[in-house]
């Protein structure tokens, strides 16, 4: 049996700080961040604490090298072609909102259709609701089945040759269904549509090559890659990008401005209006090296161990129902007590030290299909261990005793 060394979990200060006291099983939400992260942004502050791609002094060169740098480690990290296909964003929201409104009110017109999934997150639904509401375009669903599956039977039918774009999560962020997003961006290209892919959940989880999927636009944040809060990535194919108009305006973007006309920089810059959160771009370059070294086949084989650990425990819990059994999947457990709200279910947990989430995970449609307002969910990471799963199966036991 695989045993995860104590060094390695060295690496993420909150677990050498309580080793005993801290279960973090809410790694869906966000994953801890490596020390390596932490120093990384905090020698941008100290050493170099100036913006980027403005000063001709050392420091603003030291810095404008950093951000760069990162952007060229991004790119590796996911194969793409070039730095310009790399877009320095907020997060997956902001990515996707970006495509939203520039890709989306340029190219599609009244009556086109964008084709989601059931296992969306609000963040790949609300921008696309906003987007019909002014324009006139038209969503439509993907069903999913109760394992937790998409129900890919109408696929063929469902992609028409009015879909513009296709908008799929890649790893459900309460299921943990991992979507068959290749077979799905072959069905759509072979339409005529544009696929984003949400990749917010899978980015830490296994490799992900942007050139082999052919994938049009992938979005995914820092930080549920170890990396720092207020950084994600647009990877989008540099033609697309190319083709879109900028959605903000300011300092950066820019060539030449003056009251009556602009013209726009080149990619990437070109949709990084502003001064860009640097040090945490800084920080997401680092994440990717702590990930290259950590080794994704470390991390799928650890996780793999994780899930079947769990899953083989948890499904004896009496009273526990289990939401979301789809054969490939990431250890993401969705799950509710009978007659235990599922608040009630954290708050003990919490008084113990784990750490779950309870809630609709902004997954409200899948909510709607189980006719649930809620769910538990405890999502695991490489760092999490067999003897905090065993923790965590006796104590779900001991809550339901407790509130029964
Ligand atoms: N998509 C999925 C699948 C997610 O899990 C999340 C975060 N929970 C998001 C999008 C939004 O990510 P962020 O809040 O970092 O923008």
Not at 133 to 138: L, N
Not at 207 to 213: A, E, G, S
Not at 252 to 257: A, E, K, P, T, Y
Not at 372 to 394: G, H, K, V
Request: hydrophobic letters at 40%; one cysteine or more; charged letters at 20%.
């Amino acid at each position: 049996m695989m045993h995860i060394s104590n060094s390695l979990r060295n690496h993420f200060p909150l677990l050498k700080k309580c080793p005993e006291t801290v279960v973090y099983f809410d790694n869906a939400s966000t994953t801890l961040k490596p020390i390596s992260v932490i120093n990384k942004m905090n020698e941008l502050y100290t050493e170099y604490p100036v913006n980027v791609h403005r000063g001709a002094y050392r420091f603003a060169e030291q810095a404008t090298r950093a951000f760069e740098d990162s952007r060229l480690a991004v790119q590796r990290f996911i194969n793409a072609r070039s730095t310009k296909e790399i877009v320095f964003t907020r997060g997956t929201t902001d990515s996707i909102n970006l495509i939203a409104s520039s890709y989306g009110r340029t190219f599609l017109k009244p009556g086109d259709e964008i084709l989601l999934t059931q296992l969306e997150h609000h963040a790949n639904i609300v921008p696309w609701r906003m987007l019909c509401d002014r324009i006139g375009s038209v969503i439509k669903v993907i069903p999913m089945k109760r394992d937790g599956e998409l129900d890919l039977s109408n696929i063929k039918s469902l992609i028409t040759n009015k879909t513009r774009l296709v908008g799929l999560v890649y790893v459900s962020n309460s299921l943990g269904t991992i979507n068959p997003v290749a077979e799905i961006i072959e069905i759509a290209h072979a339409r005529g549509a544009k696929v984003l892919v949400d990749a917010a959940q899978a980015i830490a989880h296994f490799p992900i090559d942007v050139q082999n999927l052919d994938v049009d636009f992938l979005c995914f944040s820092g930080h549920k890659m170890f990396g720092p809060f207020g950084i994600g990535v647009l990877y989008g194919k540099e033609h697309l990008l190319e083709g879109m108009p900028p959605h903000q305006g300011g300092g950066g973007m820019i060539q030449n401005v003056n009251f009556d006309e602009v013209s726009y920089a080149p990619l990437p810059s070109k949709f990084e209006a502003g001064t860009p959160p640097i040090a945490s771009a800084v920080g997401l370059g680092e994440a990717t090296n702590f990930i290259n070294e950590i080794g994704f086949k470390f991390i799928q084989e650890r996780e793999n161990l994780l899930l079947s650990y769990t899953l083989e425990r948890i499904k004896k819990i009496n009273g526990l129902i289990l939401y979301g059994e789809s054969k490939e999947r990431s250890a993401v457990f969705a799950f509710n007590l009978t007659g235990v709200h599922p608040h009630d279910v954290t708050a003990y947990l919490d008084q113990k030290g784990i750490c779950i989430r309870s809630g609709h995970h902004c997954n409200q449609p899948i909510m709607t299909f189980y006719q649930i307002p809620a769910m538990n969910r405890a999502s695991m990471s490489f760092y999490n261990t067999l003897e905090e799963i065993d923790y965590f199966i006796e104590t779900l036991k001991e809550t339901r005793k407790f509130f029964s």
